[in-house]
């Protein structure tokens, strides 16, 4: 009866171990899976963040542009009016020149 009574405790204990065994088993299969997907979304944010990195480099490089565009359109502009203004500067020159020539003719034959 001895024997048989250690096989019937042996085996409830292997039964035992056997149900812990399969618990375990299945809690390291449900977190292995859940290590695939965090690792499938670690991956997917890393490809989110290296995609939005790049918009950001595209939007700095439009804008940098844009700015150098406008800046450009500054510098012409300014050029332009300095060209207007030596221009008219120097019609006043002639025009003066001009009136002092004749106001000393005038002078002169006076």
Do not use: P
Request: net charge neutral; charged share 35%; proline share 0%.
């Amino acid at each position: 009866m001895q024997i048989a009574s250690r096989y019937s405790r042996s085996n409830r204990r292997s039964c035992d171990l056997y149900e812990r065994f399969t618990a375990v088993d299945i809690e390291c299969n449900r977190v292995t899976e859940d290590l695939v997907v965090a690792n499938g979304k670690m991956d997917q944010l890393r490809n989110e963040c290296a995609n939005l990195r790049a918009e950001k480099r595209i939007w700095e490089d439009k804008a940098l542009s844009m700015g150098r565009s406008h800046l450009s359109d500054l510098m012409a502009n300014v050029q332009k009016m300095h060209d207007d203004i030596e221009r008219s500067s120097e019609n006043d020159r002639r025009r003066l020149e001009s009136q002092i020539q004749l106001e000393h003719q005038r002078f002169v034959a006076v």
